[in-house]
Structure formats: C-alpha cells, structure tokens
C-alpha cells in the first residue's frame, strides 16, 4: 500500500498469522472483562440510532469481529476491506462461521475498485489512519466510499498518552509503525480533508489494555504485564460503576473516536 505506509504488508501478514480467532461478545454480559465491548456498543446504539436496511464497510477488517456484529446487532449489510491477504481470508472464515452474509475485499485502500466509491452508509475503521504518515489523504480516502449523507467513524488508539508511553518500553517497534495523533491532529486533518466533523473526543477514560506486548508476548514476565495493565484498567472501571466518572483526557484516554458526516 503507497501513502507513507508505516507498518506495511508483510508486518500485518505476520500478525495476522499468529492471531487468534476472535469472539463475538454478548452485549448483556456486563463482567468487567466486557467493559470495552459495551461501552462501544453503547456508542454505536447512539451513532446508528434505529436506522435499518444500511450498509456497514469496515477499512482495515482483518481477522475483525466488527462486521458480525453490525450484521446481528443492527442487521447491517456488512462488508470488509483490507490490503492483507492473510487478514482478509480471517475474515472470510470468520463470516462463515458466524454464518452472516457479507463479502470481504481484499483491495488497496488508496486504490479500490471504482463500484466500491461512494457504496456505503457507514464506513468504520478501528486502528488505521494513524498507520499512514498523511493522516488527511487517508481521511479523504476513507470518505471515498461513503454516500452522500454517509457517515465516516475512525477510531484510533491514543499513542501520545500513557498508551505510548508504556508501549515504548514494551516494544518500541510497535510504537514506531503508528504516527502519534492527538485530538487537535485528528481535528485538523479532517478540516484538511474537507470533512465535515460532526464529533471528535477521547473514548473512555482508561483501557491499559490497547498497549501491545508485540515481541515481548514470549518473554517469562509478559503474563505478569498483562495483569498489572489489566488490574489497574479494571480498578478505574470499578470506580465508574460506582458511580465516580472519570473525565476523558488526553493523558489516559485509550482511544480517540471521530464521526464526519459526508
């Protein structure tokens, strides 16, 4: 894929390989560990709003549980596109087996097939823009595939917070095939696009979680790691089901989610 692309082909292919199957998650089980799920689900019941008989295209859909779940929550017509033949295959099994109609491309996002353009009622991408060193070309090219009155989501992981920081310590390779955005970046690169925003904040207010162990999975202490990021984000959501809201912020947000309307 052209545009600056800082993690590559070959990076994405060896991920894929190595990841496992995902799982649909149950929006009524409300454990601790299905925190994040819901708090999605809540925000998507809130974007989607009743709407039926739409079209859902998830950028960057490899090995995603995304388009399942927009077909058995909202009965969304679901498609997926992604540059990884490995990642894209993932998904095809996974529509499979999850027995949900819908058509994975594997296409290059700067590039697509010309009956792709302007196809689709909400096009979604979780982790990609910040992948590519000109964050609005690849706003702009995202919008390629929304109709007119379409809406364009993008979320990406909060990197120049307490996520980046930890993860350069964990695996700074990591951290190096994502371009650090923050809220006012994102903001101006979809002024720059010419979009037009129609929301764009922090998402959560802690998930340590998003922090990839990448090649330290395999050393003695990452269990360890993985406990610590995960006891302290539980303890934060504790508190928020207590009723002691955390406001969201640049320092330990997770996540940074844009809505444009095209």
């Known amino acids: 894929m052209t545009q600056n692309d800082k993690a590559g082909n070959d990076y994405w292919d060896h991920n894929w390989s190595q990841t496992d199957f995902p799982q649909l998650f149950d929006p009524n089980d409300h454990s601790l560990d299905n925190y994040v799920n819901l708090q999605l689900h809540e925000y998507f019941q809130k974007l989607i709003n009743g709407r039926k008989e739409f079209s859902v295209l998830e950028i960057g859909c490899a090995n995603s549980i995304w ?5 058995r929550y909202f009965n969304a017509d679901v498609y997926g596109l992604d540059y990884s033949k490995v ?3 993932k998904s095809r099994n996974l529509l499979k087996y999850y027995h949900v109609p819908g058509k994975i491309y ?64 964990v695996d700074k390779e990591v951290y190096d095939v994502h371009v650090p955005l923050t809220k006012k970046n994102m903001i101006d690169a979809h002024q720059s696009a010419t979009l037009e925003l129609e929301h764009c904040d922090y998402f959560m207010s802690m998930n340590l979680n998003v922090v990839n162990s ?7 202490l990452n269990p360890l790691l993985r406990r610590i990021l995960s006891g302290i984000s539980k303890v934060s959501w504790i508190l928020e089901k207590c009723g002691i809201r955390i406001p969201k912020n640049r320092l330990t947000s997770p996540y940074i989610v844009s809505v444009a309307k095209i």
């Open 87 to 89: 990642g894209s295959e």
């Open 214 to 220: 990448g090649s330290f999975s395999s050393h003695r």
């Open 106 to 169: 594997c296409e290059n996002l700067f590039s697509p097939p010309t009956e792709l353009l302007e196809k689709f009622d909400l096009v979604v991408s979780f982790g990609v823009v910040e992948h590519f060193e000109d964050t609005a070309h690849c706003l702009k090219s995202c919008s390629a595939f929304v109709k007119p009155g379409g809406l364009l989501l993008t979320l990406i992981p909060n990197i120049p917070s307490i996520i980046g920081f930890i993860q350069k310590f």
């Open 67 to 71: 388009p399942i779940y927009f077909h």
